[in-house]
C-alpha cells in the first residue's frame, strides 16, 4: 500500500496569509493525486485533482503542484472559510489511501 | 444538482451487518463510478471499495475483504454498501462518493456520511 503523509499536522495562520501543505508518498507516483477540504461535520470537498488541475467552483486562491513524491496545496491568500482540514489522497494504485490531514486553524 | 442522499443512523451490535444506502439523483446514474470511504471518530478517511454502475463490477479494499459487499439497483439509481462480523473498531460515518469519470477514482460528489456506531 502507498502510505501517505502530511506536513505540517496543524498550521496556525491569520487571514491573508499564503499557506502551504505538504504530501509526501511511500512510493513514487506522479499525477494521481486529490486535494479534498473538510469542515466538522461534513462531508469532504473536492479541490484540486490530477495533482494540480482546480475543480469547478473552487476558488483561484487554492493550487496544486507536484516534484517528484512531493505534493503540494497552496492558499495564495486565506479567508475566513479556508479554517478546515485539508487531506490529499492517491488514486494511483489500490488500495486509494489518504493522509492524515492538516488542520489549518486561526492565529 | 448532483445528490448523493445516504441512509439514516445505526446501532448494531458486535457481530451484526449493516446495510447503508446512497440514493444519487441530477446525473445518469450508470454513467459514474461509487465508492465506499469511511471516517472513524477524529481520524482519517478510509478507502472500503468501489462498484461500477455501469455493470456491477466492484473492487474492495483488501481490509474488507470477506465482509464488505457492496450492490447497486440502477432502476432506483441507488448504491448500496453491507458490512459484516461489525465489531468496536468500525464505528465511524461511512460516506459514498461519486467518481466523477468512472476511471479515474477520486471523487467529486459526496453523500452527506451516515453515522454507524457498534456496541454492545
Known amino acids: 500500500d502507498i502510505q501517505m503523509t502530511q506536513s505540517p499536522s496543524t498550521l496556525s495562520a491569520s487571514v491573508g496569509d499564503r499557506v502551504t501543505i505538504t504530501c509526501r508518498a511511500s512510493?513514487?507516483?506522479?499525477?494521481?493525486l486529490a486535494w479534498y477540504q473538510q469542515k466538522p461535520g461534513k462531508a469532504p470537498k473536492l479541490l484540486i485533482y490530477?495533482?494540480?488541475s482546480l475543480e469547478s467552483g473552487v476558488p483561484s486562491r487554492f493550487s496544486g503542484s507536484e516534484s517528484g513524491t512531493e505534493f503540494t496545496l497552496t492558499i495564495s491568500s486565506l479567508q475566513p472559510d479556508d479554517f478546515a482540514t485539508y487531506y490529499c489522497?492517491?488514486?494511483?494504485?489500490?488500495?486509494?489511501?489518504f493522509g492524515p490531514g492538516t488542520k489549518v486553524d486561526i492565529k | 444538482q448532483v445528490q448523493l442522499v445516504q441512509s439514516g443512523a445505526e446501532v448494531k451490535q458486535p457481530g451484526a451487518s449493516v446495510r447503508v444506502s446512497c440514493k444519487t439523483s441530477?446525473?445518469?446514474?450508470?454513467?459514474?463510478?461509487v465508492h465506499w470511504v469511511r471516517q472513524a471518530p477524529g481520524q482519517s478517511l478510509e478507502w472500503m471499495g468501489w462498484?461500477?454502475?455501469?455493470?456491477?463490477?466492484?473492487r474492495y479494499s483488501e481490509k474488507f475483504q470477506g465482509r464488505i459487499t457492496i450492490t447497486r439497483d440502477t432502476s432506483a439509481s441507488t448504491a448500496y454498501m453491507e458490512l459484516s462480523s461489525l465489531r468496536s473498531e468500525d464505528t465511524a460515518m461511512y460516506y459514498c462518493?461519486?467518481?466523477?469519470?468512472?476511471?479515474?477514482?477520486?471523487?467529486?460528489?459526496w453523500g452527506q456520511g451516515t453515522l454507524v456506531t457498534v456496541s454492545s
Open positions: 512510493q513514487s507516483f506522479s499525477t494521481w
Open positions: 489522497q492517491q488514486y494511483n494504485s489500490y488500495p486509494f489511501t
Open positions: 462518493a461519486r467518481d466523477p469519470t468512472s476511471a479515474d477514482n477520486y471523487f467529486d460528489s
Open positions: 441530477g446525473y445518469t446514474f450508470s454513467n459514474f463510478a
Open positions: 490530477k495533482a494540480s
Open positions: 462498484i461500477s454502475t455501469a455493470n456491477g463490477n466492484k
